[in-house]
């Protein structure tokens, strides 16, 4: 689980109690947790503004909500603050936040992302291309859009429905159909044109 160093606790009991905002606290959460996009942040929590399967941590002063989704992504992490000649900086380590976790309870959209990540997207790197989730449609549909070499892509296609959509299907049973929002009208990177 994420760590927050003394001085960074000291900052941030600093930082908000000149919110003047009785009960703030902080939110530490991972956007697009096990992807190459993965993004840790912490946001102020204002009163009524933690979820309710957060999970709560009380440091020195201040209280963290931790989003339970981001808890196996934040293992090993650090949240430090340096002084330095402009005051100081807040840092944020998470080296497993970008490492694709998977258990019996993980989500579709958790699955879809390792799938894509870790088989569709090494091959489809060897022609500059990639795809990921866009969203999950009426809990079962895959929402993908195609990007680099396969953005207007003529054997788009064949990859979608022969590559892309089968491996999904075959390993993901709660998943029904997979569809393609990319707009391949833009074909200045497409590997076969």
């Known amino acids: 689980m994420v760590s927050i160093t003394e001085s960074a606790q000291d900052y941030l ?9 009785e009960g703030i606290a902080v939110r530490i959460f991972i956007l697009d947790a096990g992807t190459p996009k993965a993004e840790t942040c912490i946001s102020f929590c204002r009163p009524g503004e ?16 931790i989003d339970l989704h981001s808890i196996p992504f934040l293992e090993d992490a650090v949240v430090d603050f340096a002084k330095d000649s402009m005051g100081g900086q807040l840092t944020i380590k998470a080296p497993n936040s970008r490492l694709p976790k998977l258990s019996d309870d993980s989500s579709i959209a958790d699955r879809i992302n390792y799938i894509l990540y870790n088989e ?15 969203e999950i449609y009426d809990e ?4 993908l859009r195609f ?21 999904l299907l075959a390993q993901i049973p709660q998943l029904k159909e997979v569809r393609d929002i990319t707009d391949h009208t833009v074909k200045e990177n497409a590997f076969y044109q």
């Open 13 to 21: 009991a600093e930082l908000l109690k000149k919110q003047k905002c």
């Open 50 to 65: 933690e979820k309710a399967d957060d999970e709560v941590k009380q440091y020195k002063g201040f209280k963290a909500f």
């Open 140 to 143: 079962n549909i895959a929402i």
């Open 120 to 134: 569709i997207n090494p091959g489809l790197a060897a022609h500059g291309g990639n795809v990921t989730l866009e």
């Open 147 to 167: 990007g680099g070499g396969c953005q207007g892509c003529g054997m788009v296609d064949v990859t979608l429905k022969e590559g892309v959509e089968k491996a």
